[in-house]
């Protein structure tokens, strides 16, 4: 039953390894293709793989995705994940001047400025 079990876990691994190499391929073809952004966006999270996260949520929000505010404000949250505050606080002002009411955009901002102004003090 064991080795059952391993089997059929192995074969959902190579499933899932299909299914990303899959939606890859979409967002190769399609590159405007929401559905497989969010999916690929949500297991590079999960993965910790934030490298293709950031890759291809700029890729996106540089073409026509530059005024899809709930994409941007994805950018934006794994932007601060790994640590690039600058470049989220620009993500977040996109946000914002796309849609002043997006849902959490403006206490992101608040924080950012914050956290940015404690750094700027503790550098000088």
Same mark, same amino acid.
């Given at each position: 039953?064991?080795g *059952?079990?391993?089997?059929?876990? *192995?074969?959902?691994?190579?499933?899932?390894?299909? =299914? &990303?190499?899959?939606?890859?391929?979409? $967002?190769?073809? &399609?590159?405007?293709?929401?559905? =497989?952004?969010?999916?690929?966006?949500?297991? =590079?999270?999960?993965? %910790?793989?934030?490298d293709?996260a950031?890759?291809?949520?700029?890729?996106?929000? *540089?073409?026509?995705?530059? @005024?899809?505010?709930?994409?941007?404000?994805?950018?934006? &949250?794994? $932007?601060v994940?790994?640590?690039?505050?600058?470049d989220?606080?620009?993500?977040?002002?996109?946000?914002?001047?796309?849609?002043?009411?997006?849902?959490g955009?403006?206490a $992101?901002? &608040?924080?950012?400025?914050? %956290?940015?102004?404690?750094?700027?003090? @503790?550098?000088?």
């Amino acid at each position: 039953r064991t080795g *059952s079990s391993l089997g059929s876990g *192995s074969c959902t691994m190579g499933d899932l390894e299909l =299914a &990303k190499a899959n939606l890859e391929c979409a $967002l190769d073809i &399609k590159p405007s293709n929401r559905t =497989a952004l969010r999916l690929i966006v949500d297991w =590079a999270a999960q993965d %910790h793989d934030f490298d293709t996260a950031v890759r291809r949520l700029q890729d996106y929000v *540089s073409g026509d995705g530059g @005024e899809d505010a709930e994409m941007c404000f994805t950018f934006a &949250k794994v $932007l601060v994940q790994i640590g690039r505050l600058g470049d989220a606080r620009l993500e977040t002002e996109r946000v914002l001047a796309l849609d002043p009411g997006f849902d959490g955009a403006d206490a $992101l901002a &608040k924080a950012l400025d914050q %956290h940015m102004a404690v750094r700027q003090q @503790e550098l000088a």
